[in-house]
């Protein structure tokens, strides 16, 4: 098999806040593995939180080019002949083989994987404001989404003025993600105030490994789910003492591979289980909305926040994000108009 891989630069529609940061562009990596006269493509998006960059990402990809063999089905092989390190780079190489695979025996990657097409609907990202300001731009929404998640971690005092806002503008099912910028106290003290609120669940609310989690999980009237916490499939058994979820992503686990052992041990272990995105194209997206019908909530909305999508086939249909009845991720890339 042939890899080349670039970086590729997305625009926002507008600067996008959480606890930790702020952005108006996201860089991802993107590949392209051909194999016998057919091309998959994949893309992996760095997460600089865990000292990832587009630029390692690269790096990786070209050297990974080496163990990947000439068999795109031998997903174990190759799988266990790369280095465990650069998880966005590792699932733009998982999703290109799983393109290459639908496109080279004619069917769907989640028709390959057994799986249905549709997943539940995805939750549009109300990002870090003042209430107000969050609470107008929810109610812009809440006719385009059927559910809303809120990013909080301010530490001003005023995440529950916030959720009060959104509640405000919408009856929309809400969820919250703190981005681990709560301390326990902070996190007793908000959470029972999120619950009257109709608050569904709370993500991330305390730093990874933070020793007050089993704590908070007996504590809490709503469940708690783990983002940064939970990676790949050796970090969910530890997760069950310490939330009632995990958040799978793409850009953590490696793939698609790695994220459908996730959710099954997940389940073993009695946990719910949520499918995130970071900042994606449609090809990063149409990766993840593969396997949303494994997951019992989805936020998948990382192409919807871009100004334009470069990679579209996903079909934002009814609230839910539906990958295509095409061979492969079944998405193409838009050459976009010179003139
Ligand atoms: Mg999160």
Avoid at 55 to 80: C, M, N, R, T
Avoid at 298 to 315: I, R, S, T, Y
Wanted: charged content about 25%.
């Amino acid at each position: 098999m042939d890899v080349t891989a670039r970086i590729a630069t997305l625009e926002l529609a507008e600067t996008f806040v959480i606890a930790r940061d702020a952005r108006d562009t996201a860089e991802v990596v993107q590949v392209e593995l051909s194999y016998d006269g057919t091309t998959g493509f994949g893309e992996g998006a760095p997460i600089d939180r865990y000292n990832e960059s587009a630029e390692s990402a690269l790096q990786y990809v070209e050297d990974a080019a080496a163990a990947l063999g000439d068999d795109p089905f031998a997903l174990d092989e190759i799988e266990y002949g790369l280095e465990p390190r650069e998880w966005a780079a590792r699932s733009a190489l998982d999703a290109a083989l799983h393109d290459l695979q639908g496109k080279l025996t004619g069917v769907p990657v989640w028709r390959l994987l057994g799986l249905r097409r549709q997943g539940p609907p995805t939750s549009w990202t109300i990002w870090l404001g003042d209430p107000d300001d969050m609470g107008n731009r929810a109610a812009r929404v809440a006719d385009r989404f059927l559910r809303l998640k809120l990013k909080l971690g301010a530490r001003d005092g005023r995440d529950v003025d916030r959720v009060r806002a959104v509640r405000e503008a919408t009856a929309a099912p809400l969820q919250v993600d703190v981005n681990e910028y709560w301390t326990l106290d902070e996190a007793l003290d908000c959470l029972p105030q999120l619950a009257e609120l109709g608050v569904e669940y709370c993500e991330q609310p305390l730093p990874a490994g933070d020793p007050g989690g089993a704590r908070l999980k007996a504590a809490s009237p709503i469940p708690i789910y783990v983002d940064e916490d939970c990676h790949r499939l050796a970090d969910v058994a530890g997760c069950a003492e310490r939330a009632h979820g995990i958040n799978i992503k793409l850009a953590k686990s490696g793939g698609i591979r790695e994220a459908v052992r996730m959710a099954h041990a997940a389940r073993a272990l009695g946990l719910g289980v949520m499918l995130g995105c970071m900042i994606e194209s449609g090809l990063g997206i149409s990766a993840a909305a593969q396997v949303a019908s494994l997951c019992d909530h989805v936020d998948l909305d990382g192409n919807l926040l871009l100004a334009n999508d470069p990679w579209p086939g996903v079909e934002f249909l009814d609230g839910v994000q539906v990958p295509a009845d095409e061979p492969g991720l079944g998405v193409r890339e838009e050459v976009p108009d010179p003139r």
